[in-house]
Structures are given as structure tokens and as C-alpha cells.
């Protein structure tokens, strides 16, 4: 894939993740929630324990200045975050040279896959996908909390704040699937198309249902529903290595690249 349609997946996550922080100002005046442009790509932080804090589509194809990362920095500072931004193998090497040079260290990675919309696999019979509406908002809350382990207060609280700002911010949104047999709720995802790039996102699957398919039919019905309406092209992020990568794998996506999070070290200092 080239950078073009590398820059037109980045402008997609970016202006989904816009939104949502728009809805999270909306809901709470008081939220840190903001965004700013920087490196040809953008700045995003929605609050801390809320999932994205970090510069994201940076330098593909145009080189960052390092008065504009002492911005990025002392901006991140001042909004409560350690400055950390996602690179990958399409970003420029003098780049990575810069950040090795202030002190960023590699932490997670997370491939970033992409397929066509044709071709689609069928819908599986033994699983029901249905849009959550606002009576059945606080079922996905326990849905996605339940399938990523939020136990404690405040991860519950922040998945829960996190899911009401999607579920205001996305198109078609958020989604449940359940079996067909009884009913019973075994996983839940979302759904955004941005300029018909769908974004396939929150998905996560009950602990006791793993490995029984609600995954991959929750993948198939949303690739349908994308099609539906119009995108070409449907895109998703897995922790790379993953039990999710390779489901992704099985259902026709391919890798387009890697992106890895590099945090300021602690020991570094303040942002010059």
C-alpha cells in the first residue's frame, strides 16, 4: 500500500478520534480532551485511562522540525501526559533519529490491517448483530468492560465514559452480538465509516465465549454493513502477534503496517 492510502487511513483514525473528543468535551465541560495538528498528522488526547493520549499519523512524507516537537512536548506536558507519538516503517529515518536523540524509548506495537470490500465471507446463523441504541447502551458498557478485564472503579468508569462519547461521536456506532439460540450477550464492537474507509473498532468478546466464533462474525457483519454504505476500503488495529491479528488474517485483512509507541523516559527531564 502506498502513503497515499497510508495518509487517507491515518486522516480516517484521526478524524474519528476528533469526534470523540468532541463528544467527550460535550458530555463533560470539565474533560482535558483535546487535538491539535503536528508532524502531518495530529496530537490526540482524550484523558487519561481513555485508551489514545499520543501523536498519531506522524511524518509520513513530511519531515518534523524540532522546534515543532519541543510544541508537541511542552503541549503534552501541560495537559498531564508524558509525550509519546506511534511511528512506523513508513516514517522518515531522520525522524526516529530525532526521537532516539531526546530520549524516546519503543513501548507497544500494534499492526494496522486493511482489506477490500469484496469477496465477503457469509454471515454466520448462530450470532445476531444488532446497532445499540440507548436502552441497551449500558449492556455494551458491561459487554466491552467484561471482555477487556475493567474490573477495578476506575478502568470501569473510563471504559464507561470512553464508550458513551463513541456511542455519541460514530457512525453506524456500536454494536452487540449475541447467539441466536438465546439471546445471550457474547461480545460487542464498533463501527465507523469516515470517508468510506470503515474503521473497525471496541471489539472484544466475553471471556467464556472465546474461540466459539463471535469474533469473526462480528467482523463479517460489519464488513457487509460498511459495504452497504458505501466504503471501499475496511481498516483495524490488533496487537501484532495476536490471537485478534490472526483472526483479522482469516477474514481476508493484511497487514499495512506497524505502529509502535515511543514514550519520553522519565528520566529525560522536563520538555526544553
Not at 44 to 54: A, C, E, I, P, S
Not at 230 to 257: I, K, W
Request: proline residues 4%; charged residues 25%.
Amino acid at each position: 500500500m502506498n502513503r497515499d492510502e497510508i495518509r487517507r487511513i491515518n486522516r480516517a483514525v484521526i478524524s474519528d478520534l476528533g469526534l470523540i473528543a468532541d463528544a467527550l468535551r460535550k458530555e463533560d465541560a470539565s474533560s482535558a480532551a483535546a487535538t491539535f495538528e503536528f508532524g502531518g498528522g495530529c496530537a490526540v488526547f482524550l484523558g487519561h485511562g481513555l485508551f489514545v493520549n499520543r501523536a498519531i499519523g506522524v511524518d509520513v512524507g513530511s519531515p518534523v522540525a524540532e522546534a515543532e516537537l519541543d510544541d508537541f512536548e511542552e503541549r503534552s506536558v501541560a495537559l498531564g501526559h508524558r509525550p509519546a507519538i506511534d511511528v512506523s516503517e513508513h516514517t522518515d529515518p531522520s525522524f526516529m533519529g530525532l526521537l532516539g536523540s531526546r530520549g524516546y524509548e519503543a513501548t507497544d506495537s500494534n499492526t494496522m490491517l486493511a482489506r477490500g470490500l469484496t469477496g465477503l465471507p457469509a454471515l454466520d446463523p448462530a450470532f445476531q448483530i444488532e446497532v445499540v441504541n440507548r436502552d441497551s447502551l449500558d449492556v455494551w458498557c458491561e459487554a466491552t468492560a467484561l471482555g477487556w478485564g475493567h474490573e477495578n472503579p476506575e478502568r470501569r468508569a473510563n471504559s464507561d465514559r470512553y464508550a458513551r462519547a463513541a456511542f455519541q461521536a460514530q457512525d453506524p456506532g456500536l454494536l452487540l452480538a449475541r447467539r441466536s439460540s438465546n439471546g445471550r450477550v457474547v461480545g460487542c464492537g464498533a463501527l465507523a465509516i469516515v470517508d468510506r474507509v470503515a474503521l473497525l473498532g471496541g471489539m472484544s468478546v466475553l471471556p467464556d465465549e472465546r474461540g466459539r466464533g463471535a469474533q469473526t462474525a462480528m467482523i463479517g457483519y460489519r464488513l457487509r454493513v460498511a459495504a452497504e454504505q458505501g466504503a471501499d476500503l475496511a481498516v483495524t488495529g490488533a496487537g501484532t502477534g495476536s490471537q485478534s491479528e490472526r483472526n483479522l488474517r482469516r477474514a481476508g485483512f493484511e497487514p499495512v503496517f506497524t505502529s509502535t509507541t515511543h514514550v519520553l523516559r522519565l528520566d529525560v527531564g522536563s520538555p526544553r
